[in-house]
């Protein structure tokens, strides 16, 4: 029962951070939401037995890509970005399209309601454990059958900091 209640709790908290993310005017708060929310799915993920795929999250996530989001942040001009447009004249279709989503999610959830009782966690026996563990399987599973879209969400992670950097490099008054 205290596991449950710990899963909608974070999943309350990683859901409300998310949505303060994306609607935050100033990148350093959205970047500290965005760490709350990490954090939150770490916490999920414990409460589901999957301690590494917790520590994982935490330390390349919330450690690593959170780290490097604030050194990005760091290169752009905050003031600068703090007066300009955050949002463009599309919000209309925008809002449309959210809400049709949200009616959809609702009716999903609402279609699924039985199936969002967590299952009782059954511990693995103890022989099968020794053999192959959990970060074990991780490993084996990143390597060999997600391998691609491993590689592929790496380079693109890297495409968005090389953007971004690149959107954010002041000109000199000699370029201009």
């Known amino acids: 029962m205290l596991q449950l209640v710990l899963f909608y709790i ?56 959170l780290v490097l989001f604030v050194f ?3 290169l752009i001009s905050v003031e600068r970005a703090e007066h300009e447009r955050q949002f ?33 966690a059954v511990p693995p026996p103890a022989a099968a454990a020794a053999v192959v563990g959990n970060s074990e399987r991780v490993g084996i599973a990143l390597y060999t059958t997600y391998l691609l879209p491993f590689e592929i969400a790496s380079i693109l992670l890297l495409v968005a900091v090389v953007g971004a950097v690149v959107l954010a490099k002041k000109r000199t008054p000699a370029e201009e």
């Open 10 to 65: 974070f999943a309350a908290i990683a859901i409300v951070s998310a949505i303060l993310l994306i609607t935050r005017h100033n990148v350093v708060h959205s970047a500290a939401f965005l760490g709350s929310t990490l954090f939150a799915v770490a916490g999920i993920f414990l409460t589901l037995h999957a301690e590494f795929l917790a520590g994982v999250q935490v330390i390349v996530y919330v450690g690593g890509i």
């Open 72 to 74: 990005v942040i760091m």
């Open 88 to 120: 463009n004249r599309q919000w209309v279709i925008a809002l449309i399209t959210s809400a049709i989503l949200i009616a959809e999610l609702a009716y999903g959830l609402y279609e699924g309601r039985d199936s969002l009782n967590l299952p009782v």
